[in-house]
Protein backbone atom coordinates (compact mmCIF):
# COMPACT_ATOMS: atom_id res chain seq x y z
CA UNK A 1 0.00 0.00 0.00
CA UNK A 2 1.13 3.37 -0.45
CA UNK A 3 0.34 6.89 1.68
CA UNK A 4 -2.63 8.02 2.64
CA UNK A 5 -3.09 11.50 1.25
CA UNK A 6 -4.96 14.05 2.74
CA UNK A 7 -6.25 17.35 2.18
CA UNK A 8 -6.15 19.79 5.31
CA UNK A 9 -7.63 23.21 5.77
CA UNK A 10 -4.55 25.38 5.62
CA UNK A 11 -5.86 28.94 5.55
CA UNK A 12 -9.60 30.68 6.34
CA UNK A 13 -10.81 32.13 3.52
CA UNK A 14 -12.16 35.67 3.84
CA UNK A 15 -14.15 35.94 0.69
CA UNK A 16 -13.71 33.28 -2.20
CA UNK A 17 -11.28 30.28 -1.26
CA UNK A 18 -8.29 29.88 -3.01
CA UNK A 19 -5.62 26.66 -3.29
CA UNK A 20 -3.30 27.99 -0.54
CA UNK A 21 -6.34 27.02 1.78
CA UNK A 22 -5.80 24.04 1.26
CA UNK A 23 -2.38 21.81 1.76
CA UNK A 24 -1.80 18.10 0.11
CA UNK A 25 0.00 15.85 2.55
CA UNK A 26 1.21 12.92 2.67
CA UNK A 27 1.04 10.17 6.21
CA UNK A 28 1.16 6.89 6.71
CA UNK A 29 -1.82 4.69 6.39
CA UNK A 30 -3.79 3.58 9.86
CA UNK A 31 -3.67 0.50 11.80
CA UNK A 32 -7.29 -0.66 12.55
CA UNK A 33 -7.45 -1.42 16.07
CA UNK A 34 -10.00 -4.25 17.57
CA UNK A 35 -13.36 -2.70 16.67
CA UNK A 36 -12.48 -0.52 14.06
CA UNK A 37 -12.42 -1.00 10.44
CA UNK A 38 -9.57 0.74 7.39
CA UNK A 39 -11.72 2.34 5.13
CA UNK A 40 -10.33 2.75 1.10
CA UNK A 41 -11.65 5.86 0.10
CA UNK A 42 -13.62 5.28 -3.52
CA UNK A 43 -15.89 8.68 -3.72
CA UNK A 44 -15.34 12.20 -1.89
CA UNK A 45 -18.62 14.36 -2.33
CA UNK A 46 -17.90 18.39 -2.42
CA UNK A 47 -20.94 19.91 -1.46
CA UNK A 48 -21.52 23.93 -0.64
CA UNK A 49 -21.78 23.20 3.07
CA UNK A 50 -17.99 22.85 3.53
CA UNK A 51 -17.25 26.71 2.81
CA UNK A 52 -18.82 27.34 5.83
CA UNK A 53 -17.26 24.83 7.58
CA UNK A 54 -13.54 26.91 6.74
CA UNK A 55 -14.79 29.93 8.65
CA UNK A 56 -14.24 29.99 12.50
CA UNK A 57 -17.04 30.08 14.42
CA UNK A 58 -19.92 27.79 15.03
CA UNK A 59 -23.26 27.81 12.50
CA UNK A 60 -25.34 25.15 12.86
CA UNK A 61 -21.72 22.40 12.90
CA UNK A 62 -18.56 22.97 14.42
CA UNK A 63 -15.75 24.74 11.92
CA UNK A 64 -12.92 22.71 10.48
CA UNK A 65 -9.45 23.67 12.98
CA UNK A 66 -6.73 24.81 10.88
CA UNK A 67 -4.52 21.92 10.00
CA UNK A 68 -7.30 19.08 10.20
CA UNK A 69 -8.30 17.61 7.94
CA UNK A 70 -11.13 19.02 5.05
CA UNK A 71 -14.83 17.23 6.02
CA UNK A 72 -17.09 15.36 3.52
CA UNK A 73 -19.20 12.51 2.58
CA UNK A 74 -17.49 9.72 1.30
CA UNK A 75 -18.16 6.04 0.03
CA UNK A 76 -15.16 3.63 0.80
CA UNK A 77 -14.57 0.00 1.00
CA UNK A 78 -13.70 -1.11 3.61
CA UNK A 79 -10.09 -2.72 3.54
CA UNK A 80 -9.76 -4.70 6.22
CA UNK A 81 -12.38 -5.02 9.29
CA UNK A 82 -11.66 -5.43 12.82
CA UNK A 83 -15.04 -5.23 13.50
CA UNK A 84 -17.95 -7.53 13.72
CA UNK A 85 -20.27 -6.13 11.55
CA UNK A 86 -18.08 -5.77 8.59
CA UNK A 87 -16.49 -7.84 6.04
CA UNK A 88 -12.94 -6.88 4.08
CA UNK A 89 -14.23 -5.86 0.70
CA UNK A 90 -17.80 -4.30 1.71
CA UNK A 91 -18.73 -0.90 0.53
CA UNK A 92 -20.43 1.53 2.99
CA UNK A 93 -20.98 5.07 3.13
CA UNK A 94 -19.08 7.03 5.38
CA UNK A 95 -18.04 10.55 6.67
CA UNK A 96 -14.55 10.42 6.59
CA UNK A 97 -13.15 13.54 4.68
CA UNK A 98 -10.52 14.81 2.34
CA UNK A 99 -8.21 11.58 2.52
CA UNK A 100 -7.30 8.24 0.63
CA UNK A 101 -7.37 6.65 3.86
CA UNK A 102 -9.24 6.57 7.06
CA UNK A 103 -10.18 4.65 10.45
CA UNK A 104 -13.72 3.80 11.45
CA UNK A 105 -15.51 2.40 14.86
CA UNK A 106 -18.44 1.65 12.28
CA UNK A 107 -21.47 3.46 13.65
CA UNK A 108 -20.76 6.12 10.90
CA UNK A 109 -21.34 3.62 8.45
CA UNK A 110 -23.99 2.27 6.02
CA UNK A 111 -23.80 -0.27 3.83
CA UNK A 112 -24.30 0.08 -0.31
CA UNK A 113 -24.83 -2.52 -2.36
CA UNK A 114 -23.05 -1.71 -5.61
CA UNK A 115 -25.66 -3.80 -7.70
CA UNK A 116 -28.30 -1.67 -6.50
CA UNK A 117 -27.30 1.59 -7.63
CA UNK A 118 -23.93 3.20 -9.00
CA UNK A 119 -21.71 3.12 -5.59
CA UNK A 120 -21.52 7.77 -6.37
CA UNK A 121 -25.09 8.04 -5.93
CA UNK A 122 -25.12 7.26 -2.48
CA UNK A 123 -23.37 10.87 -2.41
CA UNK A 124 -26.01 12.30 -4.87
CA UNK A 125 -29.64 11.88 -5.83
CA UNK A 126 -29.83 8.50 -3.74
CA UNK A 127 -27.60 10.40 -0.70
CA UNK A 128 -27.63 13.62 0.94
CA UNK A 129 -28.22 16.55 -1.59
CA UNK A 130 -31.41 14.10 -3.29
CA UNK A 131 -32.86 13.41 0.51
CA UNK A 132 -32.41 17.16 0.90
CA UNK A 133 -34.27 18.10 -1.92
CA UNK A 134 -37.24 15.10 -0.79
CA UNK A 135 -37.54 16.44 2.58
CA UNK A 136 -37.47 19.87 2.20
CA UNK A 137 -40.02 20.23 -0.61
CA UNK A 138 -42.43 17.93 0.75
CA UNK A 139 -42.76 18.57 4.63
CA UNK A 140 -42.48 22.69 4.15
CA UNK A 141 -43.05 23.34 0.41
CA UNK A 142 -45.91 21.01 0.08
CA UNK A 143 -46.80 21.51 -3.84
CA UNK A 144 -50.00 20.85 -4.65
CA UNK A 145 -51.02 19.99 -8.13
CA UNK A 146 -51.14 23.00 -10.85
CA UNK A 147 -49.36 24.87 -8.09
CA UNK A 148 -45.74 26.52 -9.52
CA UNK A 149 -42.49 25.27 -8.15
CA UNK A 150 -39.35 27.21 -8.82
CA UNK A 151 -35.79 26.53 -7.90
CA UNK A 152 -32.51 27.91 -8.51
CA UNK A 153 -29.04 25.97 -9.25
CA UNK A 154 -31.80 23.56 -11.05
CA UNK A 155 -28.66 21.32 -13.02
CA UNK A 156 -26.98 20.83 -9.31
CA UNK A 157 -27.75 17.95 -7.05
CA UNK A 158 -30.53 19.51 -5.08
CA UNK A 159 -32.22 21.37 -7.53
CA UNK A 160 -32.84 18.83 -10.43
CA UNK A 161 -34.35 16.59 -7.92
CA UNK A 162 -36.81 19.15 -6.24
CA UNK A 163 -38.30 20.23 -9.74
CA UNK A 164 -38.49 16.68 -10.58
CA UNK A 165 -40.05 15.57 -7.35
CA UNK A 166 -42.60 18.97 -8.33
CA UNK A 167 -43.60 17.00 -11.22
CA UNK A 168 -44.30 13.90 -10.04
CA UNK A 169 -46.34 15.73 -7.44
CA UNK A 170 -47.93 17.46 -10.24
CA UNK A 171 -46.79 20.97 -9.98
CA UNK A 172 -45.31 22.97 -12.65
CA UNK A 173 -41.62 23.20 -12.28
CA UNK A 174 -39.59 26.29 -13.24
CA UNK A 175 -35.85 26.33 -12.89
CA UNK A 176 -33.15 28.88 -12.80
CA UNK A 177 -30.03 27.86 -13.97
CA UNK A 178 -26.58 29.65 -15.27
CA UNK A 179 -25.40 29.65 -19.17
CA UNK A 180 -27.44 27.62 -22.14
CA UNK A 181 -26.17 24.10 -21.59
CA UNK A 182 -27.14 23.92 -18.18
CA UNK A 183 -30.54 25.79 -18.86
CA UNK A 184 -31.12 22.75 -21.84
CA UNK A 185 -30.34 20.30 -19.92
CA UNK A 186 -33.24 21.20 -17.45
CA UNK A 187 -35.79 21.39 -19.90
CA UNK A 188 -34.89 18.72 -22.40
CA UNK A 189 -33.34 16.15 -20.13
CA UNK A 190 -34.82 16.84 -16.55
CA UNK A 191 -38.30 17.98 -18.11
CA UNK A 192 -38.72 20.77 -16.31
CA UNK A 193 -41.93 22.79 -17.91
CA UNK A 194 -39.52 26.40 -17.97
CA UNK A 195 -36.30 27.26 -17.34
CA UNK A 196 -34.62 30.38 -17.45
CA UNK A 197 -30.50 31.71 -17.39
CA UNK A 198 -29.72 33.53 -14.23
CA UNK A 199 -27.44 35.47 -16.04
CA UNK A 200 -29.79 36.82 -18.66
CA UNK A 201 -29.58 40.85 -18.21
CA UNK A 202 -33.37 40.16 -18.76
CA UNK A 203 -33.42 37.51 -15.93
CA UNK A 204 -36.86 39.20 -13.75
CA UNK A 205 -38.58 40.11 -16.88
CA UNK A 206 -38.38 36.08 -18.30
CA UNK A 207 -38.82 34.66 -14.99
CA UNK A 208 -42.41 36.65 -14.48
CA UNK A 209 -43.06 34.98 -18.18
CA UNK A 210 -42.49 31.76 -16.79
CA UNK A 211 -44.40 32.45 -13.89
CA UNK A 212 -47.87 33.36 -14.91
CA UNK A 213 -49.63 32.41 -12.35
CA UNK A 214 -46.79 33.52 -9.65
CA UNK A 215 -44.81 31.32 -7.57
CA UNK A 216 -46.94 28.73 -4.67
CA UNK A 217 -43.25 27.13 -3.73
CA UNK A 218 -39.78 28.89 -4.21
CA UNK A 219 -37.12 26.33 -2.97
CA UNK A 220 -34.24 28.83 -2.21
CA UNK A 221 -30.76 27.32 -3.15
CA UNK A 222 -29.11 30.57 -4.06
CA UNK A 223 -30.22 34.29 -2.45
CA UNK A 224 -28.61 37.21 -3.96
CA UNK A 225 -30.19 38.58 -7.52
CA UNK A 226 -32.62 34.95 -7.85
CA UNK A 227 -34.31 35.88 -4.48
CA UNK A 228 -35.10 39.27 -5.29
CA UNK A 229 -36.83 38.41 -8.53
CA UNK A 230 -38.42 35.46 -6.95
CA UNK A 231 -39.61 37.61 -4.08
CA UNK A 232 -42.41 39.72 -5.89
CA UNK A 233 -43.67 36.66 -7.61
CA UNK A 234 -44.54 35.09 -4.24
CA UNK A 235 -48.71 34.56 -4.09
CA UNK A 236 -50.28 34.48 -0.94
CA UNK A 237 -49.94 31.54 0.86
CA UNK A 238 -46.24 30.54 -0.68
CA UNK A 239 -44.29 28.42 0.93
CA UNK A 240 -40.54 28.96 0.62
CA UNK A 241 -38.22 26.25 2.30
CA UNK A 242 -34.71 27.62 2.62
CA UNK A 243 -31.96 25.44 1.72
CA UNK A 244 -29.20 27.05 0.85
CA UNK A 245 -27.56 30.64 0.16
CA UNK A 246 -24.88 30.14 -2.24
CA UNK A 247 -24.82 33.64 -3.18
CA UNK A 248 -23.50 34.15 -0.09
CA UNK A 249 -21.46 31.69 0.93
CA UNK A 250 -17.96 33.92 -0.24
CA UNK A 251 -19.43 37.09 1.26
CA UNK A 252 -17.59 38.23 4.63
CA UNK A 253 -19.65 37.39 7.77
CA UNK A 254 -21.83 40.54 8.58
CA UNK A 255 -21.83 42.02 4.77
CA UNK A 256 -25.28 43.24 3.60
CA UNK A 257 -26.08 44.20 0.28
CA UNK A 258 -26.77 47.81 0.84
CA UNK A 259 -29.85 49.23 3.11
CA UNK A 260 -31.73 47.13 5.66
CA UNK A 261 -34.28 45.53 3.29
CA UNK A 262 -35.88 43.56 6.50
CA UNK A 263 -38.69 45.59 6.92
CA UNK A 264 -40.44 45.59 3.35
CA UNK A 265 -39.58 41.86 3.41
CA UNK A 266 -40.97 41.13 6.74
CA UNK A 267 -44.41 43.46 5.74
CA UNK A 268 -45.04 41.10 2.59
CA UNK A 269 -44.50 38.05 5.11
CA UNK A 270 -47.26 39.17 6.76
CA UNK A 271 -49.37 40.53 4.05
CA UNK A 272 -48.81 37.63 1.62
CA UNK A 273 -49.41 35.11 4.49
CA UNK A 274 -45.69 33.72 3.21
CA UNK A 275 -43.95 30.61 4.80
CA UNK A 276 -40.70 31.15 5.11
CA UNK A 277 -38.96 28.36 7.19
CA UNK A 278 -35.02 27.39 7.02
CA UNK A 279 -34.09 23.77 7.52
CA UNK A 280 -30.86 21.28 7.33
CA UNK A 281 -31.64 18.25 6.21
CA UNK A 282 -30.83 15.84 9.11
CA UNK A 283 -34.00 16.93 11.51
CA UNK A 284 -35.94 14.86 8.92
CA UNK A 285 -33.78 12.24 9.57
CA UNK A 286 -36.86 9.40 10.11
CA UNK A 287 -37.85 10.00 6.70
CA UNK A 288 -34.74 8.98 5.20
CA UNK A 289 -35.66 5.23 4.46
CA UNK A 290 -39.02 6.31 2.53
CA UNK A 291 -36.37 8.20 0.50
CA UNK A 292 -34.64 5.46 0.02
CA UNK A 293 -37.24 3.75 -1.24
CA UNK A 294 -39.45 5.95 -3.66
CA UNK A 295 -36.16 8.05 -5.19
CA UNK A 296 -35.18 4.31 -6.02
CA UNK A 297 -37.95 3.49 -7.56
CA UNK A 298 -38.31 6.90 -9.84
CA UNK A 299 -34.81 6.22 -10.48
CA UNK A 300 -35.74 2.79 -12.17
CA UNK A 301 -39.11 4.38 -14.00
CA UNK A 302 -37.24 6.99 -15.54
CA UNK A 303 -39.33 9.71 -13.42
CA UNK A 304 -36.03 11.02 -12.22
CA UNK A 305 -32.57 11.54 -13.94
CA UNK A 306 -29.63 12.89 -12.48
CA UNK A 307 -25.91 13.81 -13.94
CA UNK A 308 -22.86 13.69 -11.96
CA UNK A 309 -19.66 15.93 -12.67
CA UNK A 310 -16.84 13.48 -11.51
CA UNK A 311 -13.25 14.71 -11.12
CA UNK A 312 -10.28 12.08 -10.82
CA UNK A 313 -7.72 12.61 -8.22
CA UNK A 314 -8.23 13.83 -4.57
CA UNK A 315 -5.36 16.56 -5.28
CA UNK A 316 -8.14 17.99 -7.77
CA UNK A 317 -10.36 18.49 -4.99
CA UNK A 318 -9.47 21.94 -3.65
CA UNK A 319 -9.66 23.75 -7.63
CA UNK A 320 -12.90 21.81 -8.05
CA UNK A 321 -14.39 22.99 -4.88
CA UNK A 322 -13.29 26.53 -5.96
CA UNK A 323 -15.31 25.69 -8.74
CA UNK A 324 -18.64 24.72 -7.49
CA UNK A 325 -18.82 28.13 -5.60
CA UNK A 326 -18.79 29.78 -8.83
CA UNK A 327 -21.16 27.21 -10.84
CA UNK A 328 -18.30 25.73 -12.83
CA UNK A 329 -19.68 22.28 -11.80
CA UNK A 330 -21.94 20.86 -13.93
CA UNK A 331 -24.23 18.29 -11.87
CA UNK A 332 -23.58 16.36 -8.72
CA UNK A 333 -19.97 16.96 -7.98
CA UNK A 334 -17.65 14.04 -6.65
CA UNK A 335 -14.22 13.51 -6.76
CA UNK A 336 -13.03 9.80 -7.81
CA UNK A 337 -10.08 8.75 -5.04
CA UNK A 338 -9.80 5.38 -6.18
CA UNK A 339 -11.18 2.89 -8.83
CA UNK A 340 -13.38 0.81 -7.15
CA UNK A 341 -11.76 -2.72 -7.70
N1 LIG B 1 -30.16 22.82 4.18
C1 LIG B 1 -29.54 21.67 3.92
O1 LIG B 1 -29.62 20.71 4.68
C2 LIG B 1 -28.76 21.55 2.63
C3 LIG B 1 -28.26 20.30 2.21
C4 LIG B 1 -27.60 20.23 0.96
C5 LIG B 1 -27.42 21.38 0.18
N2 LIG B 1 -27.89 22.57 0.66
C6 LIG B 1 -27.78 23.79 -0.15
O2 LIG B 1 -28.42 23.59 -1.40
C7 LIG B 1 -27.85 24.41 -2.39
C8 LIG B 1 -27.50 23.58 -3.63
O3 LIG B 1 -26.51 22.64 -3.26
P1 LIG B 1 -26.01 21.53 -4.31
O4 LIG B 1 -25.20 20.55 -3.56
O5 LIG B 1 -27.17 21.05 -5.11
O6 LIG B 1 -25.02 22.37 -5.23
P2 LIG B 1 -24.96 22.39 -6.84
O7 LIG B 1 -26.25 22.93 -7.34
O8 LIG B 1 -24.52 21.08 -7.34
O9 LIG B 1 -23.79 23.45 -7.10
C9 LIG B 1 -23.92 24.76 -6.74
C10 LIG B 1 -24.57 25.62 -7.86
O10 LIG B 1 -25.02 26.84 -7.32
C11 LIG B 1 -25.14 27.76 -8.37
N3 LIG B 1 -24.61 29.07 -7.93
C12 LIG B 1 -23.40 29.32 -7.41
N4 LIG B 1 -23.27 30.64 -7.15
C13 LIG B 1 -24.44 31.22 -7.51
C14 LIG B 1 -24.94 32.55 -7.49
N5 LIG B 1 -24.19 33.55 -7.02
N6 LIG B 1 -26.20 32.79 -7.94
C15 LIG B 1 -26.95 31.78 -8.42
N7 LIG B 1 -26.53 30.49 -8.47
C16 LIG B 1 -25.30 30.22 -8.02
C17 LIG B 1 -24.31 27.22 -9.54
O11 LIG B 1 -25.22 26.76 -10.52
P3 LIG B 1 -25.61 27.67 -11.79
O12 LIG B 1 -24.36 27.71 -12.64
O13 LIG B 1 -26.75 26.97 -12.39
O14 LIG B 1 -25.94 29.04 -11.25
C18 LIG B 1 -23.60 26.04 -8.93
O15 LIG B 1 -23.33 25.04 -9.88
C19 LIG B 1 -26.63 25.09 -1.73
O16 LIG B 1 -27.00 26.38 -1.30
C20 LIG B 1 -26.36 24.21 -0.52
O17 LIG B 1 -25.70 24.89 0.50
C21 LIG B 1 -28.55 22.67 1.87
Redesign the pocket.
Known amino acids: MSKNTQVLLAARPSEKPVPSDFRVVETAIPEPAEGEVLLKILYLSL ?3 MRGRMNAGRSYAKPVEIGAVMEGGTVARVLRSRHPDFSDGDFVLSHSGWQSYALSRGTDLRKLDPAAAPLSTALGILG ?2 GF ?1 AYAGLLTIGKPLPGETVVV ?8 SAVGQIARIKGARAVGI ?3 AD ?1 CAFVRDTLGFDAVID ?1 RAPDFAEQLAAACPKGIDVYFE ?2 G ?1 H ?1 WDAVFPLLNDFARVPV ?5 HYNQPAGAQAGSDRLPGVMREVLSRSLLIRG ?3 REFADQRPLFYQEMAGWIKSGEVRYREDIVDGLENAPEAFIG ?4 R ?1 FG ?2 VIRVAAEN
Not at 152 to 159: F, K, P, Q
Request: contains cysteine; charged residues 10%.
Open positions: DPYMPTAAASGAVGAGGKHNVGVCGLIAFIQLLDGNKL
